[in-house]
């Protein structure tokens, strides 16, 4: 059976929203501008679809003729994450917003008014410059014509890493999916306080998405590692890991190693200041989830793995296909030979899950409704 529902996929990277969106629905487009994300799109899917360039360029000839069902943004977060400079959304990089927008204004001057649009983002940009960016976002879409909702969804439902994104979606007239009275009770309180501070207008077409429960993760972070692999450290390097962490932190390793306990952490390394003096520490995790893959730019983002087992310690960094299970991607996915590039691409990508969860249950009942409507 032929894809039923059709999707622009901006800032693409290796294709985790397409993986996510599955057999059901058809790439009409997809960009990116990295040339090692764009070899492994096209690895991993042929190349019909996919434009590299920068989004900037791309222009209205270039677009489907069609107006999509979906159209699909995960921009860079770098200048909206906590651990950035938080320059904004009008920064170089976080700026590039403003470009998927100018598309999707141009679809609609044409007629080709996606049905929805849907970004992604890193849960800073609720509190990026005091709530403004957010509140930049949501009236331009609702401007458009679009019911507007938003949600924050933790990876960690769905796979053993914890990774909350903020999903910013629009709903063209005819196209929408259930709609509560009120916020769901596990929404985050950011969202809540960001939706408050929107403007009286813009807030009368907002609506908070009626959706089913959110369940899915039967797996740990040890389930998925490759406790085989041949590149764990000399005992005297896992020495070293261990001898930078606090004092709780070695007693909590102590305990699980006497227990002969087997257990998997995760680890980074990061600057502390202990009595007036700046410390480098290990701080591990050990309650079956992975940190928030990043994007490795340099030897303290790459994830530690401290595996306990018949009471020993082993430790090495987590590799590139343990991060593409953590992100929900398929074995068979080809991955860029390059470790950086390889974690780059998962690190700057979706969960796979959640991308299905949204499409399952927002974006195709809403999709639904509107040809039953048309028919």
Same mark, same amino acid.
């Given at each position: 059976?032929?894809?039923?529902?059709?999707?622009?996929?901006?800032?693409?990277?290796?294709?985790?929203?397409? $993986? /996510?969106?599955?057999?059901? %629905?058809?790439?009409?487009?997809?960009?990116?501008?990295?040339?090692?994300?764009?070899?492994?799109?096209?690895?991993?899917?042929?190349?019909?679809?996919?434009?590299?360039?920068?989004?900037?360029?791309? #222009?209205?000839?270039?677009?489907?003729?069609?107006?999509?069902?979906?159209?699909? /943004?995960?921009?860079?977060?770098?200048?909206?994450?906590?651990?950035?400079?938080?320059?904004?959304?009008? !920064?170089?990089?976080?700026?590039?917003?403003?470009?998927?927008?100018?598309? #999707?204004?141009?679809? @609609?001057?044409?007629?080709?008014?996606?049905?929805?649009?849907?970004?992604? =983002?890193?849960?800073?940009? $609720?509190?990026?410059?005091?709530?403004? *960016?957010?509140?930049?976002?949501?009236?331009?879409?609702?401007?458009?014509?679009?019911?507007?909702?938003?949600?924050?969804?933790?990876?960690?439902?769905?796979?053993?890493?914890?990774?909350?994104?903020?999903?910013?979606?629009?709903?063209? &007239?005819?196209?929408?999916? @259930?709609?509560?009275?009120?916020?769901?009770?596990?929404?985050?309180?950011?969202?809540? *306080?960001?939706?408050?501070?929107?403007?009286?207008?813009?807030?009368?077409?907002?609506? %908070?998405?009626?959706?089913?429960?959110? #369940?899915?993760? =039967?797996? +740990?972070?040890? *389930?998925?590692?490759?406790?085989?692999?041949?590149?764990?450290?000399?005992?005297?390097?896992?020495?070293? $890991?261990?001898?930078?962490?606090?004092?709780?932190?070695? =007693? +909590?390793?102590?305990?699980?190693?006497?227990?002969? !306990?087997?257990?998997?952490?995760?680890?980074?390394?990061?600057?502390?200041?202990?009595?007036?003096?700046?410390?480098? +520490?290990?701080?591990?995790?050990?309650?079956?989830?992975?940190?928030?893959?990043? #994007? &490795?730019?340099?030897?303290?983002?790459?994830?530690?793995?401290?595996?306990?087992?018949?009471?020993?310690?082993?430790?090495?960094?987590?590799?590139?296909?343990?991060?593409?299970?953590?992100?929900?991607?398929?074995?068979?996915?080809?991955?860029?030979?390059?470790?950086?590039?390889?974690?780059?691409?998962?690190?700057?990508?979706?969960?796979?899950?959640?991308?299905?969860?949204?499409?399952? =249950?927002?974006?195709?009942?809403?999709?639904?409704?509107?040809?039953?409507?048309?028919?």
């Amino acid at each position: 059976m032929g894809a039923e529902y059709s999707f622009l996929e901006f800032f693409a990277g290796g294709g985790m929203t397409r $993986l /996510g969106l599955g057999n059901s %629905w058809q790439c009409a487009l997809a960009n990116d501008i990295d040339s090692q994300k764009c070899t492994a799109y096209r690895a991993n899917f042929g190349g019909e679809d996919l434009i590299e360039s920068d989004i900037a360029a791309i #222009t209205l000839a270039q677009l489907p003729k069609a107006a999509p069902d979906l159209m699909w /943004g995960s921009f860079p977060c770098q200048d909206l994450s906590l651990a950035g400079a938080r320059g904004g959304i009008k !920064a170089k990089r976080s700026g590039a917003f403003f470009e998927f927008w100018r598309i #999707t204004e141009d679809l @609609a001057a044409a007629g080709r008014m996606p049905r929805i649009i849907a970004l992604e =983002n890193v849960a800073g940009l $609720l509190t990026s410059n005091s709530g403004r *960016d957010f509140a930049t976002i949501v009236e331009l879409i609702a401007g458009a014509g679009y019911r507007v909702s938003a949600m924050v969804i933790d990876a960690k439902i769905f796979t053993p890493q914890s990774r909350p994104r903020l999903f910013i979606l629009g709903f063209s &007239p005819g196209a929408e999916p @259930a709609f509560a009275l009120a916020a769901p009770n596990n929404e985050l309180t950011s969202l809540c *306080d960001a939706v408050e501070r929107l403007p009286a207008k813009v807030r009368q077409n907002w609506g %908070w998405l009626q959706a089913p429960k959110i #369940t899915g993760r =039967n797996t +740990r972070l040890s *389930d998925i590692i490759d406790w085989a692999a041949s590149d764990w450290h000399s005992p005297k390097q896992t020495k070293k $890991l261990l001898d930078m962490m606090s004092q709780q932190q070695r =007693n +909590r390793i102590n305990a699980l190693t006497r227990h002969r !306990a087997r257990r998997v952490g995760a680890a980074f390394r990061r600057t502390r200041i202990e009595d007036g003096s700046t410390v480098q +520490r290990v701080e591990a995790r050990f309650d079956g989830l992975a940190g928030c893959l990043r #994007t &490795p730019a340099g030897g303290s983002s790459r994830q530690i793995i401290f595996a306990i087992e018949d009471g020993q310690v082993r430790s090495r960094l987590l590799n590139p296909r343990e991060a593409a299970r953590l992100m929900g991607m398929p074995e068979d996915y080809s991955l860029p030979e390059s470790t950086t590039a390889a974690l780059k691409l998962c690190g700057d990508g979706v969960c796979v899950p959640v991308v299905q969860w949204l499409a399952e =249950n927002i974006f195709e009942p809403g999709l639904r409704a509107h040809a039953r409507k048309a028919a």
